[in-house]
Structures are given as structure tokens and as C-alpha cells.
């Protein structure tokens, strides 16, 4: 047993460092500068979404199919040989990358930011811009990275870059303190991840609907009809048709969606923005809750009462979750790879990793979040001995109006984030701007 944890904890060890740094690393192949690159950038988050979803669907199926006949160790031998088929062809590729040179730990950076700001709140600051700590490129440790132009939010920061008379004295000295004066590049860099937090917070109830997936959708599946002639359909397998969805609609929007409204703009930006983009992956998100909610209320109406267990027990086919599973895909499609595009081209440039984690974090506390949720739920609803809403036998319960639940949450969350991203201000690289952009505003 204590090797099976090992190996789990091996598993999402790997993951952690693997998925937020591959997407990071796949982006920097490409200059955004540059116009032909900037937009292969852009197509590379799709297809990077969409490799890790086909790797998805070869897990369902192919693994699917030996964990049903009893195979597990060929199963995990399988999955060993392709995470070490995929390590060797990356290594192949390691001529042709290009490389970047690493900017230091971000988190004693943001600490130096908040300890600078917070042994100066006493300093009266001037309005003079001059008079915040602007370092020298051959100083900096951060040197190759854009530098990021002075905001106006988050003001109190800026007295962790504002020169006082004992800093002058450092300097003539030849003393440099960070943790008492930092550069206005420091500064934005911590600026910018707070202006991101709202907005990532608002991504955790998608996750926790995405989550529905791998968890109540199969609990709902099996107690469903099954079977075709002699054929039995594995529930998990339903997740198929998501997979199938995400890779029909990241091409009807690189191909269809993204060109029309392009010109339908008619301004040099081409298709939805991805705060946009987001906001329309939780209004799908939306109508999969309702879809499945819709669905088990007719799943409830034709089950054989009396049953001991619910396996099975409902004449419904299972092939009525196939709505569900797609609107999930199309959603995921518009939010995570939406997301993130987002993370990527709103963090700087030495911290493009911590974005790319914040996109997995966000679908790991929606993990969390979602049994929580399903706690709360039970001991709200088993009260007065009642079955609840979501017992082992599923026929007893209202597993529907748990779905409704989480659609009416969703749909306060996409109030909310409409909101936040209203407030949102994009960051301001210099040198990223034409002279008649407006490098403040960040449609909605």
C-alpha cells in the first residue's frame, strides 16, 4: 500500500512540474514580436489543449479497456512506455530549442516588494515619477526580460521603489538592499499578479463543474441504461464524447469563430479577446449543468422503484449525457485555453510559469472545492433522515437539483467575473505598444 501512495504522489509530483513549465516553454518557442510567430503563439495553446485531451482519450479507451479486463500491470506498463517515448522525443528536440535565461525565485521577489512597501509607510511620497528606483539593464538580474511600464493601482506598492534620502546614502555607499528599495519593474511585477488573482478566482467554479465529470457524471451514467444488444458502455468511457468535442470545437473556432468576428470588428485585433473567451466558456458551462440537471430529472422518471441498488435501474439510455459531455468540451475550449493565453500574455516575462501554475491550480482546487461542496451538500440535505441529495443509491436522491445547484453558482460567478474583468488593466510592456493603442484598456 505504501508503494501504491508513492506512486500517486510521483504521479502528481511530475504533473506539477511538467504540464505548467511545457506549456511556458512551448510558448517561448515563439516570438510574439513577430507577426507570423505571435500568431502561431496564439494557435499553439489550442493544440497544446488538444494533445493533452487526446492523450485523454487514448487513457479512456485503450487503459479503459484493461482495467475492464482485469490487466492493470500492462496498463501501468503501457503508460510508463509513453511518458518515456514522450521524454525521449523531447530530448531529440533540445538542438533546436531556444532558451531563456531564468530570472530568480519569484516568490523572495514578491516578499521583497511587500517588505520594501511596508518599511516606508511612513515616507510622504511625491507625485514625480523620477523619483522611483529605475535599474540599470547590465544591473539587473533580470536582464532579456521586456521592462513593464509604471501603473497607477496598487499605490502603496509603489513606496517599495520610492528613493528616500537613506537610499541615496546606500547608493553613494555602494550598498543595494532589495529588501528595502526595489526597481519599478519589481514592483509592476507584483502588480500584475494581484490584478490576476480576482480573475483566477473566479476560474475555480468552472473547475469545480469541469470536475463533475470525472465524478457524478459516471455515478449517473451507471445508473442509466448501458447496453446496446449484448454491448455494455462503460460510463467513464462517456468522457469520450468530451474529448471529441474539445477537438471539434478548438478548430471550428481557430477556423469558423475566430475569423468572422475578426471582421465583424473590423480593428486590427483579430477574434474574441480572452477575457471574452472565458466568459463565454462559463455560459456554456452554464447550460452543461442545466443539460445534465434536465437529464437526470427524466433519468429519475423512468428508474424501476423498489430497487435496492441504482445500477442500471433507469431505462433512460445513457447516450442522453452526450449533450453534457459536450457543451463540458466546447466550455473547455473557450476557458482553459483561454485561460491560458490569458496567464501567458498577462504575466511578465520572467514569471510566465507561476502563470501557466495558476491555470493548474485553478483545476486542482476545483477539485477540492467540488467535494467540499458535495459535504456541505449531504449534511445539509440528510438532516431530518433524509436520504440527501446525492446517496449511494442515486434513485432516492435529487442528484438533479445538485446540478441545478452548481448552475446557479456558476451563474453568479460569471457576474462576479464580469465584474473583475471590467476592473482588469492589462499589463504595459514597454515597447509593446503602437502609438494609438490605449495600452490601459482590456475589452471585455
Same mark, same amino acid.
Given at each position: 500500500?505504501?508503494?501504491?501512495?508513492?506512486?500517486?504522489?510521483?504521479?502528481?509530483?511530475?504533473?506539477?512540474?511538467?504540464?505548467?513549465?511545457?506549456?511556458?516553454?512551448?510558448?517561448?518557442?515563439?516570438?510574439?514580436?513577430?507577426?507570423?510567430?505571435?500568431?502561431?503563439?496564439?494557435?499553439?495553446?489550442?493544440?497544446?489543449?488538444?494533445?493533452?485531451?487526446?492523450?485523454?482519450?487514448?487513457?479512456?479507451?485503450?487503459?479503459?479497456?484493461?482495467?475492464?479486463?482485469?490487466?492493470?500491470?500492462?496498463?501501468?506498463?503501457?503508460?510508463?512506455?509513453?511518458?518515456?517515448?514522450?521524454?525521449?522525443?523531447?530530448?531529440?528536440?533540445?538542438?533546436?530549442?531556444?532558451?531563456?535565461?531564468?530570472?530568480?525565485?519569484?516568490?523572495?521577489?514578491?516578499?521583497?516588494?511587500?517588505?520594501?512597501?511596508?518599511?516606508?509607510?511612513?515616507?510622504?511620497?511625491?507625485?514625480?515619477?523620477?523619483?522611483?528606483?529605475?535599474?540599470?539593464?547590465?544591473?539587473?538580474?533580470?536582464?532579456?526580460?521586456?521592462?513593464?511600464?509604471?501603473?497607477?493601482?496598487?499605490?502603496?506598492?509603489?513606496?517599495?521603489?520610492?528613493?528616500?534620502?537613506?537610499?541615496?546614502?546606500?547608493?553613494?555607499?555602494?550598498?543595494?538592499?532589495?529588501?528595502?528599495?526595489?526597481?519599478?519593474?519589481?514592483?509592476?511585477?507584483?502588480?500584475?499578479?494581484?490584478?490576476?488573482?480576482?480573475?483566477?478566482?473566479?476560474?475555480?467554479?468552472?473547475?469545480?463543474?469541469?470536475?463533475?465529470?470525472?465524478?457524478?457524471?459516471?455515478?449517473?451514467?451507471?445508473?442509466?441504461?448501458?447496453?446496446?444488444?449484448?454491448?455494455?458502455?462503460?460510463?467513464?468511457?462517456?468522457? &469520450? /464524447?468530451?474529448?471529441?468535442?474539445?477537438?471539434?470545437? %478548438?478548430?471550428?473556432?481557430?477556423? #469558423?469563430?475566430?475569423? $468572422? !468576428?475578426?471582421?465583424?470588428?473590423?480593428?486590427?485585433?483579430?477574434?474574441?479577446?480572452?477575457?471574452?473567451?472565458?466568459?463565454?466558456?462559463?455560459?456554456?458551462?452554464?447550460?452543461?449543468?442545466?443539460?445534465?440537471?434536465?437529464?437526470?430529472?427524466?433519468?429519475?422518471?423512468?428508474?424501476?422503484?423498489?430497487?435496492?441498488?441504482?445500477?442500471?435501474?433507469?431505462?433512460?439510455?445513457?447516450?442522453?449525457?452526450?449533450?453534457?459531455?459536450?457543451?463540458?468540451?466546447?466550455?473547455?475550449?473557450?476557458?482553459?485555453?483561454?485561460?491560458?493565453?490569458?496567464?501567458?500574455?498577462?504575466?511578465?516575462?520572467?514569471?510566465? &510559469? /507561476?502563470?501557466?501554475?495558476?491555470?493548474?491550480?485553478? %483545476?486542482?482546487?476545483?477539485?477540492? #472545492?467540488?467535494?467540499? $461542496? !458535495?459535504?456541505?451538500?449531504?449534511?445539509?440535505?440528510?438532516?431530518?433522515?433524509?436520504?440527501?441529495?446525492?446517496?449511494?443509491?442515486?434513485?432516492?436522491?435529487?442528484?438533479?437539483?445538485?446540478?441545478?445547484?452548481?448552475?446557479?453558482?456558476?451563474?453568479?460567478?460569471?457576474?462576479?467575473?464580469?465584474?473583475?474583468?471590467?476592473?482588469?488593466?492589462?499589463?504595459?510592456?514597454?515597447?509593446?505598444?503602437?502609438?494609438?493603442?490605449?495600452?490601459?484598456?482590456?475589452?471585455?
Amino acid at each position: 500500500m505504501g508503494m501504491f501512495y508513492l506512486s500517486i504522489y510521483l504521479i502528481a509530483l511530475g504533473n506539477g512540474g511538467y504540464q505548467p513549465n511545457i506549456a511556458t516553454f512551448g510558448a517561448d518557442q515563439f516570438d510574439e514580436e513577430h507577426s507570423k510567430e505571435g500568431f502561431s503563439k496564439v494557435a499553439f495553446f489550442s493544440y497544446f489543449y488538444l494533445a493533452l485531451n487526446l492523450g485523454s482519450l487514448f487513457s479512456n479507451t485503450i487503459l479503459g479497456y484493461y482495467e475492464d479486463e482485469g490487466t492493470w500491470a500492462l496498463g501501468f506498463w503501457v503508460s510508463a512506455g509513453s511518458a518515456f517515448a514522450a521524454l525521449v522525443l523531447f530530448l531529440l528536440g533540445t538542438p533546436r530549442y531556444r532558451h531563456f535565461k531564468p530570472s530568480g525565485n519569484p516568490l523572495s521577489r514578491f516578499c521583497q516588494v511587500l517588505v520594501a512597501a511596508s518599511r516606508k509607510w511612513r515616507v510622504q511620497m511625491t507625485e514625480n515619477e523620477e523619483d522611483l528606483y529605475v535599474m540599470d539593464e547590465n544591473e539587473s538580474s533580470t536582464n532579456g526580460n521586456r521592462k513593464i511600464l509604471h501603473t497607477n493601482g496598487f499605490r502603496f506598492l509603489d513606496r517599495a521603489s520610492f528613493i528616500c534620502s537613506r537610499d541615496l546614502e546606500d547608493q553613494k555607499g555602494g550598498l543595494y538592499n532589495y529588501w528595502r528599495l526595489c526597481p519599478i519593474t519589481q514592483v509592476e511585477e507584483v502588480k500584475c499578479i494581484l490584478r490576476l488573482l480576482p480573475i483566477w478566482l473566479c476560474t475555480i467554479i468552472y473547475s469545480v463543474v469541469f470536475t463533475q465529470m470525472a465524478s457524478l457524471f459516471v455515478e449517473q451514467g451507471a445508473a442509466m441504461k448501458t447496453t446496446i444488444s449484448h454491448f455494455r458502455i462503460p460510463p467513464a468511457s462517456m468522457s &469520450s /464524447f468530451d474529448i471529441l468535442s474539445v477537438a471539434v470545437f %478548438i478548430f471550428f473556432y481557430r477556423r #469558423v469563430i475566430d475569423p $468572422l !468576428v475578426g471582421k465583424l470588428k473590423k480593428t486590427s485585433s483579430k477574434g474574441l479577446t480572452e477575457l471574452q473567451r472565458m466568459g463565454i466558456g462559463l455560459v456554456i458551462a452554464v447550460m452543461a449543468m442545466v443539460s445534465a440537471g434536465i437529464v437526470e430529472c427524466y433519468r429519475l422518471k423512468y428508474a424501476k422503484p423498489g430497487c435496492p441498488h441504482c445500477s442500471g435501474t433507469s431505462s433512460l439510455s445513457i447516450f442522453w449525457q452526450i449533450p453534457q459531455y459536450a457543451l463540458i468540451g466546447a466550455s473547455e475550449v473557450f476557458m482553459y485555453v483561454g485561460q491560458l493565453e490569458f496567464f501567458n500574455a498577462q504575466t511578465p516575462d520572467g514569471l510566465k &510559469s /507561476f502563470g501557466s501554475a495558476l491555470c493548474m491550480t485553478s %483545476i486542482s482546487l476545483g477539485n477540492y #472545492v467540488s467535494s467540499l $461542496l !458535495v459535504s456541505m451538500v449531504m449534511k445539509i440535505s440528510t438532516e431530518d433522515h433524509m436520504p440527501g441529495w446525492i446517496p449511494g443509491n442515486l434513485n432516492r436522491g435529487h442528484l438533479d437539483r445538485f446540478y441545478f445547484l452548481l448552475a446557479a453558482l456558476t451563474s453568479i460567478d460569471l457576474v462576479v467575473y464580469i465584474a473583475c474583468a471590467k476592473w482588469f488593466k492589462s499589463i504595459q510592456l514597454e515597447g509593446k505598444y503602437e502609438e494609438n493603442d490605449k495600452p490601459g484598456n482590456f475589452k471585455v
